[in-house]
């Protein structure tokens, strides 16, 4: 039996293609959006210390994993987390595209906001493509992704600015609740993929804010006493 929807094919620099069910009813999960091309080709160009040859890498919001995949076809142990209802999707494209993958990747329910100790410990990578959209899952994503980053966890966002309805507000109040826990570096466009690149779609360098950790302090004992001070490491 045909599977219902239709194929997206992704073309890799050496060649071979990945192969992504979409579907045409099920909501924005359920095709590729210009965001996850855009990421998952800049992940393949590998952008200076971009090396994912057996990184652990966490994709939040995979929708068909395109971008999950991706990372896996370049060495990445790889988990794609999505809502149950979108399981079905990744692992038939995940069974479509296994004979392309160097590393591993496996597909996993994540819902925003919930507990993530399976998840841990903390990846390397955190990725996101256009998961800025839905006003009420701000908070939620936000709680998930400092409940999953460590000081070492490197998150890449790829979103589409979109200047209809209530768009900009959503991205100005999450940006700005981001903030207070992260630091975000953007990534020049020249630094995109050559061909898969807009003015309108923006990659961001996300981690935790250092002052987000606690200071290990240790004690040296000097041979004086009076010489003992604290020294922070």
């Known amino acids: 039996m045909a599977e219902p929807g239709f194929v997206r094919t992704l073309e890799k620099r050496d060649g071979s293609a990945l192969r992504l069910q979409q579907r045409g009813a099920g909501g924005v999960g359920c095709v590729v959006?210009?965001?996850?091309?855009?990421?998952?080709?800049?992940?393949?160009?590998?952008?200076?210390?971009?090396?994912?040859?057996?990184?652990?890498?966490?994709?939040?919001?995979?929708?068909?994993?395109?971008?999950?995949?991706?990372?896996?076809?370049?060495?990445?142990?790889?988990?794609?987390?999505?809502?149950?209802?979108?399981?079905?999707?990744?692992?038939?494209?995940?069974?479509?595209?296994?004979?392309?993958?160097?590393?591993?990747?496996?597909?996993?329910?994540?819902?925003?906001g919930e507990d993530v100790k399976e998840f841990l410990p903390a990846p390397d990578y955190i990725l996101m493509a256009d998961c800025i959209y839905y006003e009420e899952s701000l908070g939620p994503l936000l709680k998930t992704l400092k409940d999953l980053s460590g000081p070492d966890t490197c998150i890449i966002c790829c979103y589409e600015q979109r200047t209809m309805g209530k768009n900009p507000e959503i991205e100005r109040k999450y940006f700005e609740l981001l903030q207070m826990d992260f630091e975000l570096e953007?990534?020049?466009?020249?630094?995109?993929?050559?061909?898969?690149?807009?003015?309108?779609?923006?990659?961001?360098?996300?981690?935790?804010?250092?002052?987000?950790?606690?200071?290990?302090?240790?004690l040296t004992i000097l041979s004086d006493p009076l010489e003992r001070r604290e020294r922070v490491n």
Do not use: C
Not at 51 to 74: D, K, P, Q
Not at 192 to 201: A, F, G, L, Q, W
Not at 204 to 212: A, D, G, T
């Open 186 to 218: 953007k990534v020049p466009l020249e630094e995109h993929d050559e061909e898969y690149r807009s003015e309108d779609i923006h990659i961001l360098n996300i981690r935790r804010k250092k002052s987000e950790f606690p200071i290990v302090r240790s």
């Open 33 to 112: 959006w210009d965001a996850a091309l855009v990421l998952a080709k800049f992940l393949e160009r590998g952008a200076p210390g971009r090396a994912l040859h057996r990184r652990a890498v966490l994709e939040l919001g995979a929708g068909t994993g395109a971008v999950g995949i991706m990372a896996a076809t370049l060495g990445a142990d790889v988990t794609v987390t999505d809502l149950e209802e979108l399981q079905d999707l990744l692992n038939i494209n995940i069974e479509k595209n296994k004979h392309l993958v160097t590393g591993s990747v496996q597909a996993k329910v994540l819902k925003w």
